[in-house]
């Protein structure tokens, strides 16, 4: 099946300081990306959907300036928790689906993010 | 709006035996499609099983199949003969083909623990 990768797979950061994280799709060009916050022992909550080369849609309560995410190709998603606070840390996984892979979406692995 | 429903926090199973995941779901839309997804404690997504609204046959993948019943809306997920790498957590998600992008909404999720 379809690959989808994330970068990195854990991160520790500092309160204040920002944290990118990476995913893409090895072998398929992902035309939708998606990217879900998961609390520990709770489902994933959609953050937000983004088509490549078009603006990001945020569902509601998601702060667009404090998640960027950027859609630049058909193969790479970047996800930027920007002035990350203890409360922001979390599982993030982004999902995408794209030209001929049918209905699926292909999740990555997910990053851990720690913010002290 | 749509919804998805898992109302088993923890389910247990010997192994060898079979168990039954119940979902159901909520939409007006009469295109979906519905999904089952497996957390190990990884934190992967791994994709299970995917049932179309207007597939006339219940799915199956290997010893994975979907109860699908339309009338009840219900989509539960039978797994046959577990293992002990069953043990993980279960998401039932559902995609309405109506929406623009397809989004996929997941349930809370049932943990499987599998006894020897």
């Known amino acids: 099946g379809a690959v989808v990768s994330q970068h990195p797979s854990w991160v520790i950061c500092k309160s204040g300081t920002s944290v990118k994280i990476e995913c893409r799709s090895l072998?398929?060009?992902?035309?939708?990306m998606f990217w879900y916050r998961q609390f520990p022992k709770q489902s994933l909550m959609l953050m937000a959907t983004?088509?490549?080369?078009?603006?990001?849609?945020?569902e509601q309560g998601v702060e667009k300036d404090k998640f960027l995410i950027n859609h630049a190709s058909l193969t790479l998603s970047t996800l930027t928790v920007t002035s990350a606070h203890p409360e922001d840390s979390s599982f993030y996984i982004c999902?995408?689906?794209?030209?001929?892979?049918?209905?699926?979406?292909?999740f990555g692995p997910g990053t851990r993010l720690t913010v002290t | 709006a749509q919804k998805i429903t898992q109302t088993q926090p923890g389910m247990f199973v010997q192994e060898k035996e079979a168990v039954t995941l119940d979902c159901t779901y909520d939409?007006?839309?009469?295109?979906?499609?519905l999904f089952w997804y497996k957390q190990p404690s990884s934190g992967e997504m791994i994709f299970l099983i995917y049932?179309?609204?207007?597939?006339?046959q219940n799915a199956t993948e290997g010893r994975y199949s979907l109860n699908f019943q339309k009338a009840r809306k219900s989509a539960n997920l039978v797994i046959s003969a577990s293992q002990l790498g069953d043990s993980a957590m279960y998401f039932c998600?559902?995609?309405?083909?109506?929406?623009?992008?397809?989004?996929?909404?997941f349930g809370k999720g049932t943990k499987l623990s599998v006894k020897p």
């Open positions: 049932q179309g609204s207007y597939d006339q």
């Open positions: 999902s995408a689906r794209g030209a001929g892979v049918g209905y699926e979406q292909y």
């Open positions: 072998d398929f060009q992902a035309t939708t």
């Open positions: 983004s088509n490549e080369g078009s603006k990001a849609t945020y």
């Open positions: 939409t007006s839309d009469p295109s979906y499609g």
């Open positions: 998600a559902m995609r309405d083909w109506g929406g623009s992008q397809g989004n996929l909404i």
